[in-house]
């Protein structure tokens, strides 16, 4: 069995060029066209996508009744256009764009002429959501918390300009966000009524909340739904309170277009509740939720209520996969959910009445999921093919590629061949893990390995094209790819993903450990004491507990936002119910594991080189935790390097930045892997 899906995989990670000359670079990388957000018209006969290029971001609409027409270009604006939402009518469309000095939406009509705006707000629109009815638009906008109307979060704006003095104050935390100062501002949501044209006023649904809805800074519209008679919003928020820093209590609230009193429908689960959704006739509401409080990493199931008969349940209770996103079918007899899957995100099909599931596909990261009435519209990407859009019949049939972005892009490109492979991990149990060939790869040659190591813990370097993180880029540098999903990696159950907790120098290095072994020895092209070693967030951590744990592993490690001492990292990152749960309490609590599992106790046994970046806008993981790990190598005498990026977060964005990342990186690894 193994064999066979390995085999299956190497095929479909083959290039399809096989006349291309030339390796991947980060520059061809930042080049790619990249597919924004995906919208079906509500005959199915359509879809228009946003595409981001080099140049700015414009829609483009597809035939999905014929897919070989040439796919036809609606805007050709300067600046961003996204997040499409097709009438009801189906003859025009609503998007975002800063046409003017702020992201409003727009209307455009399909059948001719320019798009006019909907709104003409003083404030940025930075989402919206239209109601069934297509008579209202919920809208999410930075205000002052207080304010009843747009025109006061205006007026106390220009005194807080005016102010002489520039200190923050804080009574509560948070007083930061992964890469932002808590402000005197909040994302709330209004509504507008949409006879006015264009729209200057709309009103906030919780003026008095001190919080932020949808939460910042990775939720979006997802988590905001119109009820289906377009009377009532309902969104996903943690109700304001002084525990933001160590809870997880999102909840389901409802409230009235007209404002007035919230009601929380989830207020007997202490845990995560997001993304709530109606069925299109109206009779069910679903949204995910989560049973751990305080646990981030907990698995997302499927509750759906019978607005009916008031029963609530979860469907497909015993499905021991953690969903990420859903869709109701047209007829409300099934869900159809991406989930991380053994290296892949795959679709599946859950009937709604019985929670039997399905497969529909499981091959490379699948997301965007649109349906109509006998199709499954998607984007994909894998580890040798940016994202692109995809149909596939409801049954998992006649897979379809719709469009080819990158296809000039790519055309004298050569990547390198993947398999994933599986070997025997901590107590014998079954880890999974990738393997990518060299771009100029030949037989009988020994190669250096780039082994990474990925981040979350709770995360995954899977069949996915990485941005920051790609694979194919090692691989034109000559480098054997090795990623392993060690105990505490998403895709493999619950249990997999919770053995990370209160473990985190355990099980994972002893898989790490295992897999290295077990690959170079199986794949004998890859040289196993030619290797550096590489992680970013936890995989930062990785690095730093590689270091005293497995001194004679690597000739390099590079620790890119790596904690280095658990204690302080408890006393100064934002998101507090992370370290508590996963380390078991706060730091000065007895039983808690910060000591057990802190790589500052084991800087006696530190000898390997060492590349060390921060960004200094990262506030998850603090830039004094790589200025700890680099001060410890200078004091010590190893050979290291420090590279900070005061413009970044926990993450690598701005382009610029990126291709002297990735510089930096190979220059490290090519001092000390060049024989």
Known sequence: MIKSAISLTLLAGLTANVQAAEPLTVQKLNSLNKIGNIS????????????KTPTGSDLYLKSLSNPKQADKRLTSYPGSESDVTWLNDGKSIYFLANRKASHQVWQLNLTGGEATPVTDLALSVNGYKLSPDNKKLALALEVVPGCETISCTIEKTKIFDSEKHHAMEYDQLMVRHWDTWADRFRSHIFV??????PIKDAKDLTP???TDIPAKPFAGMEEVTFTPDSLNVVFSAKAPSKDHAWTTNFDLFKVSIEGGAVENLTKENLAWDSQPQFSADGRFMAYLAMKKPGFEADRFGLMVKDLKTGK???VAPLWDRSIDSYQFSPNNRAVYVTTQDVGQKGIYEISTNFGDVRKVFSNGSAGDVQLTDNKIIFSRHTLSSPK??????????????????????LADIKLGEFEQFSFPGWNNE????????????EAGKKYPIAFLVHGGPQGSFGNMFHYR????????????VVMVDFHGSTGYGQAFTDSISRDWGGKPLEDLQKGLAYITQKETWLDGKNACALGGSYGGYMMNWIAGNWTDGFNCLVNHAGLFDMDSFHQTTEELWFAEHEMGGEFWAKNADYGKFNPASFVDNWKTPMLVIHGLKDYRVPYAQGLGAFTTLQRKGIDSR???????NHWILNQDNLIHWYDEVFSWMKKHTQK
């Open 312 to 314: 609530l349940d979860e």
């Open 208 to 210: 008095d909340w001190d």
């Open 642 to 648: 420090l590279v900070v990026y005061p413009d970044e």
């Open 388 to 409: 692109d859009i995809y149909q596939i019949n409801l049954d998992g049939s006649e897979l379809t590629q719709l469009t080819d972005v990158n296809k000039t892009n």
């Open 430 to 441: 079954t880890v999974h893990g990738y393997v990518v060939k060299p771009w100029n790869f």
């Open 192 to 197: 507008a009524d949409i006879t006015e044209n």
């Open 469 to 480: 993180w790609n694979a194919q880029l090692w691989a034109a540098q000559g480098y054997g």
């Open 40 to 51: 079906v018209s509500p005959d199915g006969s359509q879809l228009i996508y946003s595409l």
